[in-house]
């Protein structure tokens, strides 16, 4: 037990302090960086930094799911999400720097927040667990969507990595309703929705 706290406390610091990798390539790496205005640029390193930020998040939801998951195939379907949240950590993190910015101060905050949220998901049991999986990368998918009509046309860059992690989150949603997620009843998804505008309205500038 002890073993396993300390591999945990190790994975959240990692998270937080450590550069993350991707084992993929970087989407529009082979895309030529271009001249955007102060303004454009100020509002896609936002962007960026709202996205990186959810995949804080999303590092210390899947951890505390997977933590009380019961079901091994459920276990397993969350470290898989994991793993290409970390990717999707690395591109937003890396983004961020080419525009010029940094990540946001509040990530401690939220991280610690959404892993006590999955937590207390996976106490749900699994199909609640899978159900709140679900619901979170639907409503990822669309927020992403909604990035993808805001980012200047121009920035290449930011599009590939936001329209490659669109897919990829979708892919996850996909593959918990496969397993059998329950539909979370609709004040929770409202719930989750609202705590998603506070974060990015957060996020967005600090």
Same mark, same amino acid.
């Given at each position: ?7 945990e ?28 205005s ?5 509002? =896609? ?24 998951a ?10 898989e =999400? ?33 892993? =006590? ?16 999986l679900? *619901? ?16 200047? *046309? ?14 990829? *989150?979708?892919?996850? =949603? ?32 600090i």
């Open positions: 037990m002890i073993d396993k706290f300390i591999v406390f190790d994975k959240g610091l990692r998270t937080l302090f450590a550069p993350a990798l991707s084992s993929r390539p970087h989407p529009g790496k082979n895309l030529d960086e271009v001249t955007l102060d303004e454009q640029k100020q509002h =896609a390193l936002g962007l960026m930094r709202v996205n990186h930020c959810g995949e804080v998040c999303a590092q210390a939801l899947y951890q505390g799911q997977a933590l009380t019961r079901d091994p195939a459920a276990r397993e379907a969350l470290k =999400a994991a793993h290409e949240e970390v990717e999707h950590l690395a591109w937003t993190e890396q983004r961020i720097r080419e525009l010029g910015g940094r990540t946001s101060v509040l990530n401690p905050l939220w991280y610690g927040g959404s892993l =006590a949220i999955g937590v207390a998901a996976g106490l749900l049991g699994d199909r609640w667990n899978l159900g709140f679900e *619901e979170t990368e639907h409503q990822v998918g669309a927020h992403l969507d909604s990035h993808l009509q805001s980012l200047p *046309e121009e920035d290449g860059k930011s599009r590939a990595i936001v329209t490659q992690m669109r897919d990829d *989150e979708l892919r996850h =949603a996909d593959m918990a309703h496969a397993l059998g997620a329950a539909r979370l009843p609709l004040p929770v998804r409202q719930g989750m929705k609202l705590s998603s505008r506070l974060m990015t309205a957060a996020s967005y500038r």
